[in-house]
T-cell receptor, first 114, second 115 residues
Framework: AQSVTQPDIHITVSEGASLELRCNYS??????LFWYVQSPGQGLQLLLK??????LVQGIKGFEAEFKRSQSSFNLRKPSVHWSDAAEYFC????????????FGTGTRLQVTL | GAVVSQHPSRVICKSGTSVKIECRSL??????MFWYRQFPKQSLMLMAT?????????EQGVEKDKFLINHASLTLSTLTVTSAHPEDSSFYIC???????????FGPGTRLTVL
């Protein structure tokens, strides 16, 4: 069965500091990995995705993620956090190909202090 | 492009009534739509997958007679919560997969409160 683990429930960083959100996955086939962001009371916005190719993926809003097969990880990073980045971040895994059902992690809530 | 809308954004109903939530893909055709449920401060749990013109596939533990899903066209899927009870109160989010794409696009969600 597929699963996603986000070990950090809540992270607080200062504005301008770097950020890394952890994500580990378990999947029986080639995974399709996603990072989504959710602002309070809102739907999900896709930050970036990975299926194949370069293991360092660039996304929107200055985010990037690195796929490490040996560690079954897909950590999200940002070099300098802005106060507007405060939100809930979800890592998800799905089957490659046409849009298939996703399994989400439990999410990491990011708080940014000024 | 790839915008998904949901209506209503918020609904309050009395226990025992039924509520219909619409999910529309505004600028693309969606052969597959997904319905998720999210409890406060928790992750999204997939409820069902609906394909246009066929019956929805429900996840284990989801009552198909309580959560009726209809995907009548390539741009519209509906979720009807029948005989709603307070424990059905939740945030319901739909997503749509564009034909030929492997990315899901999410709607803004519907907050259901059952009194």
């Amino acid at each position: 069965a597929q699963s996603v683990t986000q070990p950090d429930i809540h992270i607080t960083v200062s504005e301008g500091a770097s950020l890394e959100l952890r994500c580990n996955y378990s999947y029986g086939a080639t995974p399709y990995l996603f990072w989504y962001v959710q602002s309070p009371g809102q739907g999900l916005q896709l930050l970036l995705k990975y299926f194949s190719g370069d293991t360092l993926v660039q996304g929107i809003k200055g985010f990037e993620a690195e796929f490490k097969r040996s560690q079954s990880s897909f950590n999200l990073r940002k070099p300098s956090v802005h106060w507007s980045d405060a939100a809930e971040y979800f890592c998800a895994v799905g089957r490659a190909g046409t849009a298939s059902k996703l399994t989400f992690g439990t999410g990491t809530r990011l708080q940014v202090t000024l | 492009g790839a915008v998904v809308s949901q209506h209503p954004s918020r609904v309050i109903c009395k226990s025992g009534t039924s509520v219909k939530i619409e999910c529309r893909s505004l600028d693309f055709q969606a052969t597959t739509m997904f319905w998720y449920r999210q409890f406060p401060k928790q992750s999204l749990m997939l409820m069902a997958t609906s394909n246009e013109g066929s019956k929805a596939t429900y996840e284990q533990g989801v009552e198909k007679d309580k959560f009726l899903i209809n995907h009548a066209s390539l741009t519209l899927s509906t979720l009807t919560v029948t005989s709603a009870h307070p424990e059905d109160s939740s945030f319901y989010i739909c997503s749509a997969g564009r034909t030929g794409s492997d990315t899901q696009y999410f709607g803004p969600g519907t907050r259901l409160t059952v009194l």
